[in-house]
């Protein structure tokens, strides 16, 4: 394992680990033009409108990038020049939009009012929890290729409401970052305006029959609610806590305190997990000191064991008795 025998698992909230076969999926090379690969965009295209329920009201724009381009061509291609922006700020995605307005020279606020039409980032959701057009009534969503959908990284992309995205021409500001263009250029010629990323496109592809042969968004619910469950069940045993209640907790991905034993320092904590070939995530959040643990990519049952058993392992090695942090009596 530490030597390269396999890859890691990732868990973590992206990139993150993918089937053999979808990485299988890159090894042939595309021509951009060829109606083979046109074919294979346009199944994409029409899979991702139908995940979201918009069959008769919206059509996906994809875009090289990862998903943070596919924010903000979405913020830059739907809020005109002269509009303003309610930002909705739950978190570090949030605060990023913001600094993207202050790029986009453009009015936003962060206090809520009703009635107005609504720009979705769904990145680390859509593809495994629901999201339907029919109930949500949105005029775009934003996500990528390599979080729920388990393919690799490079593709964000926009569902978009059609009459929405027809209005948004000449919105803005970045000719790379303009999704009315780019649907232009892909409904005039089904082809990217710019070199496509093909091998990302087709494991893209290849990803989302692995998607609807495990039951869709659905099916991919249950695989990651079941991964976390297993994972934060785990972690109580061992101690540590989790920064959220259950009923708040979604299953993409869960935030842990630091346990308050001066034994544990978490770079070596990280270090041996990855040595064991266990990737986390070291947590960003200013709220609590913290760290996180993915539920989502091709993993499962089996997966989440040996993370914990890993995470058991190290902590013996660390002499760290319990992972509870501070203000908890340890459970020695
Ligand atoms: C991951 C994520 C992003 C950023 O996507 P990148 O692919 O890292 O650019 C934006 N918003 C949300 C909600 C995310 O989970």
Known sequence: MPDGER??????????TTSATVKAAMLRDWGSRDS?????????????VEIAGGEESHVCVPLQG??????????GSFVPRQGKLLILVNGAYGKRMVRMMGYLGRAFATVAAAGRRLLIDAMSAFGALPLDARLVP?????????????????????IARREALAAAEGN?????????????????????????????LVA???????HRAEGGVAGRGQRYRANCKLLVDGMR????????????????????????DP???????????????????????????????GCIGRLGEAEMKGALDAIRRTLAELGVASGAPAGRAAIA
């Open 138 to 158: 949105f005029d775009a969503v934003a996500a990528s290729s390599n979080k729920c959908f388990e393919g690799v990284p490079g593709i964000g992309f926009v």
């Open 7 to 16: 890859d890691p698992w990732l868990l973590t909230p992206g990139p993150l």
């Open 66 to 75: 990862s998903g943070t381009f596919a924010v903000e061509a979405m913020l």
């Open 237 to 260: 045993a061992l101690g540590f806590e989790t920064l959220l209640p259950n009923q708040l907790q979604a299953p993409i991905i869960v935030t842990f305190r630091m346990p308050a």
């Open 36 to 48: 083979r690969f046109i074919a294979i965009n346009r199944r994409v295209r029409e899979r991702l």
């Open 204 to 210: 893209f592809d290849q990803a989302l029959a692995e």
């Open 263 to 293: 034994r544990f320092v978490f770079e070596r904590f990280y270090d041996r997990l990855s040595e064991q070939g266990y990737v986390i995530y070291p947590g960003k959040l200013t709220v609590a000191d913290s760290f996180r643990i």
């Open 172 to 200: 803005a500001h970045s000719l790379s970052l303009d999704l009315h263009d780019q649907w232009q250029a892909m409904e005039k010629n089904a082809q990217w305006r710019f070199t496509p990323p093909t091998h990302v």
